[in-house]
Every structure is written in C-alpha cells, then in structure tokens.
C-alpha cells in the first residue's frame, strides 16, 4: 500500500477526513480516523510527519467498517458532544457511496456478518444499509435518501447503551427495560437535539420508526397515514437486521424466513407496498445467503435475481463434499442449479472470505 506525507494543506479545520491518517508508513493503526474532525491544537502532529493512503481507494467491505467503527465513537459519546450533525451527515454520506460501488457486497456484509464491532452500532449500521437499497429502488431523491440514513444510523441512539446488555439476555426483560426500550425513540431525539441536530424531517424519522400501522406501535401510538412511508421504511428495515442477526436465545433467522416474518409472519401489521419492495430488492435469497443447490452443491449467492428472475450462485463444495478452490459461478436458470433451501454457517460447512467471491471491492 502506498503512502504520501501530508501537508498543512491537506487538512482543513472543522472538516472530515478523507482518510485514516497514520503516524509513519508503517504504522498499522490510524492517529487520526477517517470522518474526524481536525483541531487546531493537533497541528503539532504535523512536525512529526502524518500520512494518508496515496490515492488508493477502501473496498466497501473496509469502508463499511470504518464508517461503523466511527459512527460508535460518536454515538457513545453523543452526550458530550455540542454539534454532531456535520459528522453525522458525513458518515451517512460515506454509507450511501459505499453501498452504491457495490451493492452486492453491501447486502452480503449484513448475512456474512463482516461489519465488526458491539451490536448495538452494527445494527443501525445494516439497517442503514437496508434503508439505502430499498429508499434507492423507490427512486428518493438524494437529499431524502441522506436524512434516510442518518436517521437509520442514530435512530437507537437513547438505548445504544443498554442494547448490549439486552443483546446478552436469554430471558424476558424487565418491566423497566420494557420502558427503555419503549420510550428509545423519544430518548434518541432528545440526545440528537442535544448534540445540534435541528433538522425535523430526521428527528422525526427517528421519533416514528417504531410507529405501526394500527397504533399498536410506540411512542406515539400513531395510526397509518399519520406516520411517513420513510419512517415506516426505517422501522422495516430495523425489523428486518434484527431478523437476520443472531441472539442469545435463538439462532437468526435465514433469509427466506425473514422476508416470511416481515411479510405477514409477524404478529405487526406492515404496509404491504413497502413489503413489496423488499421483497422485490433484497429478495428471498439476497447475497451473502449460504444455500443447497437441487444438485446437492453448496455455495453462497453472489449477486440479486437479473431481469429473468435467476440468481448467481458460487459454488464451494461439490454434491461428493469436495471443496473446491476457486469459485464456481452457477446461474438458478438451470433447473439443476435451482435453490433446495438456504443454510446456517455451522450447516453449510464452507470456508472463505468475502474477497475470495467478490474480488478486491470486498478485501479487509
């Protein structure tokens, strides 16, 4: 990887780094994270020597976990913060480009679990991710799409705390941890209005996107038309990574069974046109989904159906159990290749990286 020596005018103060800034070519963790903030008083730096990658860009594997691991710094610290709304906006700037390099890495992250860190961030992050793909699919236009997913990204931000704690339950909460959760929208404005967001389009979408359609939903209790398509999308795109991802009491549900739930399975009544796209866009079997084929082969999808409807999938082990080296791309338009069922980590017993598939946009 290459490197150059940064100048003094490189940096502007007040505006988010392009890039992960080291303190030598060599050095294997940034002093300064790409998205934060340069302070005047960091200038000392300078004098002994900061460098930036020459030019070369992240693959959106590694963007997507840069923009998780610098959305937790802020979220965690939101309370201190006095005006996070340019950062915000850039993180979910930077996720709206990532994702639209490659989608099919993006989806793939969410189900192959390669966006690290504590749960609580991740999750917004791939519901973030969700509400992108969907929100583009209906052709938003891009200032929406933006408040879209800075609300996704800090719509849990007044329980990010306690999420953890939740995560590692195996029993039914408490009746004061039914409150936390309940009120969280509403705490989640309060700390954004805190920290200097004052923009009410995505207040709001924070405030509704545990709204549901017959006032069942919370804080508000509010009834269909009274809550927007964008926040009902958002509380979807919610419902649907805390489907895929796993818990301490249950395994996560599979593809297929998620869309299920989201469609109808579920004890929440949903609007069924933005069902509709889900179901359109991410599909049953989106990338990232390890699956059987009819054939007895096993692989994972590659990319969403073409306009006939087929998916790629690549293959990794033979019907015999032999594990091949290099991918084998198969198209579901050959009934023999056609997909059997999805399948678990533990079930499908196949090794690889994401890069291994999808090639240098998916390195870490």
């Known amino acids: 990887m290459a490197f150059r020596r940064l100048k003094l005018s490189d940096l502007t103060f007040g505006k988010p780094l392009a890039w992960d800034v080291f303190s030598a070519p060599s050095a294997k963790r940034p002093v300064l994270e790409k998205g934060a903030l340069v302070a005047p008083d960091q200038l000392s730096l300078l004098e002994t020597g900061l460098y930036a990658e020459a030019g070369v860009p992240a693959s959106v594997l590694q963007s997507l976990n840069q923009i998780n691991r610098r959305l937790e710094r802020i979220l965690m610290d939101l309370r201190d913060v006095a005006s996070a709304d340019t950062e915000l906006r850039a993180i979910a700037r930077e996720l709206i480009d ?35 793909l969907i929100a583009r699919a209906m052709h938003k236009d891009p200032a929406e799409l933006l408040i879209m997913a800075a609300a996704a990204l800090t719509m849990n931000v007044g329980m990010v705390r306690q999420t953890e704690i939740f995560q590692g339950r195996d029993g039914a909460l408490s009746n004061e941890e039914r409150a936390i959760v309940r009120r969280h929208p509403t705490d989640s404005v309060d700390m954004l209005r805190w920290a200097g967001i004052a ?166």
Request: with cysteine; net charge negative.
């Open 98 to 132: 990532a994702v639209a390099r490659d989608e099919n890495i993006a989806l793939a992250a969410i189900f192959l679990n390669q966006i690290a860190g504590a749960y609580a961030i991740r999750h917004c992050t791939e519901a973030a991710i969700v509400v992108c």
């Open 199 to 364: 923009d009410e389009a995505w207040l709001d979408l924070v405030l509704l996107h545990h709204e549901n359609e017959d006032g069942s939903g919370y804080p508000q209790g509010r009834l269909g038309e009274e809550i927007s398509q964008n926040a009902k999308l958002i509380g979807l795109a919610d419902r649907y990574c805390a489907f895929v991802s796993a818990r301490n009491y249950r395994r996560s549900l599979l593809p297929p069974m998620a869309l299920a739930c989201l469609a109808g399975g579920s004890d929440m009544p949903v609007d069924p046109d933005l069902v509709a796209h889900f179901s359109a866009r991410i599909g049953a079997y989106p990338p990232g989904t390890l699956v059987r084929l009819a054939n007895g082969e096993t692989g994972v999808v590659f990319s969403g159906a073409d306009q006939a409807g087929a998916l790629r999938v690549h293959v990794l082990r033979l019907s015999d159990g032999t594990p091949l080296a290099l991918p084998e791309p198969r198209s579901t338009a050959d009934v023999n290749c056609s997909i059997a069922e999805a399948l678990h980590e533990d079930t499908a017993r196949l090794r690889f990286t994401m890069q291994h598939i999808w090639g240098e946009l998916a390195a870490l």
